[in-house]
Nanobody, 123 residues
Framework: QVQLVESGGGLVQAGGSLRLSCVAS????????MGWFRQAPGKERKFVAT???????YYAESVKGRFTISRDTAKNTVYLQMHNLKPEDTAVYYC?????????????????WGQGTQVTVSS
């Protein structure tokens, strides 16, 4: 059983930066695709970014050029560095793991989920 624990959320002003972390345990982290999703109040959970088992990265159009996903296999950790944050980035951010070797950008493709971390961007 894979467990994912996110951290790093908080309140930030528009234009600011945050770095989210997600520590994985109980599985083969290096072979998984790891993704970040976000869910605003009353809205569906949406894809933000993913890093594949061989370090390919893919982003939602809305965050390209502002967010960077990366992984540290020695620490079983995936990061989401967020710059130039906007009020519309406000959401609960979730880390997820996909045990298959593929590019995955939908919630149904991911097998394990963290509990989420709140990011609030004030205008």
């Amino acid at each position: 059983q894979v467990q994912l624990v996110e951290s790093g959320g908080g309140l930030v002003q528009a234009g600011g930066s945050l770095r989210l972390s997600c520590v994985a345990s109980g599985g083969s982290f290096a072979s998984y695709a790891m993704g970040w999703f976000r869910q605003a109040p009353g809205k569906e959970r949406k894809f933000v970014a993913t890093v594949t088992w061989n370090d390919g990265t893919y982003y939602a159009e809305s965050v390209k050029g502002r967010f960077t996903i990366s992984r540290d296999t020695a620490k079983n950790t995936v990061y989401l560095q967020m710059h130039n944050l906007k009020p519309e980035d406000t959401a609960v951010y979730y880390c997820a793991a996909d045990v298959r070797r593929r590019v995955a950008s939908t919630t149904l493709e991911y097998d394990y989920w963290g509990q989420g971390t709140q990011v609030t961007v004030s205008s």
